[in-house]
């Protein structure tokens, strides 16, 4: 994130990241599988949908997905669908906003085929997704090791509330409307 944007900072720490999470997600899938904990391997899935969006957008420019971009969103879909069904408030919560991506998701890849779609679309959605999977797993390594905190709800949203800013400032800084020079 601090690192000045297509340069090669950025690019490798980028790839650490990727790889990094990459592990983290198959690692939440794994122990979840092993210790059958329903509620961690929703939100693996969830982290790596994420990570997987963001990193196909700097892949596939055009957005135009092809049939494995198709097959994650129903795999996002599902996962979103299962954890609003489980009425489990955290999952229900992150279901929620799951399953109002999952859409936005769908109707951005019909939309990546109209000549009217905008050139920054992938870069709109790289900084989010990748944003938004840092969130997640920064939330879950928050709760998982901060035990004694009041009020208990606040380590569940801090992450949210403070990157969620972030990820506005930078989608603005790199995709926003530029601003037109004035002619005297």
Not at 43 to 62: H, W
Not at 75 to 90: K, R, W, Y
Request: a positive charge; hydrophobic letters at 50%; charged letters at 15%.
């Amino acid at each position: 994130m601090i690192f000045k944007k297509g340069g090669k900072q950025h690019i490798l720490s980028g790839k650490i990241f990727f790889f990094a999470m990459t592990s983290v997600c198959f690692s939440a899938l794994l122990i979840s599988v092993m210790k059958g904990n329903q509620f961690l391997f929703a939100i693996g899935i969830f982290s790596f949908y994420q990570l997987m969006a963001g990193y196909r957008s700097i892949k596939n420019k055009s957005l135009q997905p092809a049939w494995y971009d198709w097959l994650l969103l129903l795999i996002g879909t599902a996962n979103a669908i299962q954890m609003v069904m489980s009425l489990h408030i955290v999952l229900l919560v992150f279901g929620s906003l799951s399953l109002f991506q999952m859409v936005g998701e769908f109707l951005l890849f019909r939309k990546a085929t109209k000549p009217d779609f905008p050139k920054n679309a992938w870069l709109r959605r790289h900084i989010g997704m990748m944003m938004g999977s840092y969130i997640a797993t920064l939330t879950a390594f928050i709760v998982v090791n901060i035990k004694e905190f009041e009020p208990a709800w606040l380590p569940w949203i801090l992450p949210t509330f403070i990157f969620t800013p972030v990820i506005v400032y930078y989608t603005r800084k790199f995709t926003g409307p530029k601003p037109k020079k004035q002619t005297i």
